[in-house]
């Protein structure tokens, strides 16, 4: 059974230095509360994160899932039909991101949930408790997609995003180049705050909490957003040429934020389930073990991280040919 670990810190009283005390949150993604077996913690969720490469399937979440569901939603077919102008665009922005949750490039984003459980609350406040993480997450979020949005909206044509030019192996498009930096740094962020959320390393944003105790969540939200820089997804490079041809960076804003909206709707309804059909019982599961949530927390992050990393850049070299061998489950 995994253990609570108490941190040892020097005491401010004279005559007591090193006394044990109550470990202190750091920031909502530290909660001070570390589990003794953390490289058990690691090896596994990071073996997890491994595995989930080796089966993932890009084409039955790209296309079994995300063009149905898009074609569904909009009543055409979503890859062949032209976007036939700014309110089409605006709709199929949004369809788009909601058909691309489960895409490789997006499912990192599920790695937001158990950071935000920690914060379910009882009863009559368990709906400011289940809103404010999302308005916080959604803020950061908001913000890098409507930047980068703006950006398409202006120069988009120019940019490694709009290249139609089909891969050849042994090479890396600049557009595939773009998705395995940005991919690859978010895979490395993510498994850091896994590492710290099990005090491996130092808590990133001790300091700034402090002062901004939400600021973790709005950087959890940068990160979901940051997803549309190297997005790969057929759907939304179309809606990313469509934006980048307008010319109006109003239009790419707007687009760019309801396609990342899109994204985390099935992730926000996942949390407002656990929040309100299992919420008081995940509490009291929770706070009689408060280092249940660092596990939960470190494992959701660290399986997130390792996953994006090796699959946008281990597995990616691979199935360019640029190294010889990944290994992949015969329907991936």
């Known amino acids: 059974m995994t253990q609570d670990h108490t941190v040892q810190v020097p005491s401010e009283t004279p005559g007591r230095a090193g006394a044990q005390v109550a470990p202190v949150a750091t920031s909502i993604f530290v909660n001070g ?91 009559w406040g368990r709906l400011a408790h289940t809103l404010k993480p999302l308005g916080w997450l959604s803020i950061g979020m908001i913000t890098v997609s409507a930047v980068y949005g703006a950006i398409v909206g202006f120069v988009g044509t120019s940019m490694p995003q709009f290249s139609t030019a089909q891969n050849t192996p042994g090479t890396l498009s600049p557009r595939g180049i773009q998705s395995m930096v940005v991919y690859g740094l978010i ?31 709005v950087f959890m939200g940068a990160l979901i957003g940051g997803f549309l820089i190297g997005r790969p997804f057929a759907l939304f490079r179309q809606m990313f ?57 470190a494992s959701s992050l660290i399986v997130a991280g390792v996953f994006t990393f090796l699959y946008w850049d281990v597995r990616m070299l691979a199935r360019r040919e640029i190294i010889p061998w990944y290994p992949t489950a015969p329907w991936s």
């Not at 149905?68 to 089409?88: M, Q, R, S, Y």
């Not at 993510?190 to 105790?213: I, K, N, Q």
Request: hydrophobic share 55%; proline share 4%; with cysteine.
């Open 33 to 123: 509360r570390f589990p003794r077996r953390r490289g058990l913690i690691i090896l596994v969720s990071a073996l997890v994160g491994f595995l989930l490469t080796i089966v993932w399937s890009a084409e039955f979440v790209d296309q079994t899932i995300g063009d149905n569901v898009a074609n569904t939603l909009l009543g055409h077919d979503a890859k062949e039909t032209p976007i036939a102008g700014i309110a089409a665009g605006i709709a199929f922005a949004f369809v788009s991101g909601l058909a691309g949750s489960f895409t490789a490039c997006n499912i990192a984003a599920f790695g937001a949930v158990a950071p935000m459980l920690g914060n379910v609350g009882s009863r």
């Open 187 to 217: 895979g490395l962020v993510m498994l850091y705050m896994g590492l710290a959320a099990l005090g491996v390393v130092r808590d990133p944003f001790a300091r700034v909490s402090r002062r901004f105790p939400n600021a973790p969540m």
């Open 241 to 297: 040429r469509d934006a980048a041809e307008s010319g109006n960076p109003l239009y790419g804003a707007a687009a760019f934020v309801l396609q990342s909206l899109g994204n985390i709707v099935i992730m926000t309804v996942l949390f407002l389930i656990l929040s309100f059909v299992a919420g008081s019982r995940l509490q009291r599961w929770l706070t009689a073990k408060p280092s249940r949530i660092a596990v939960l927390t």
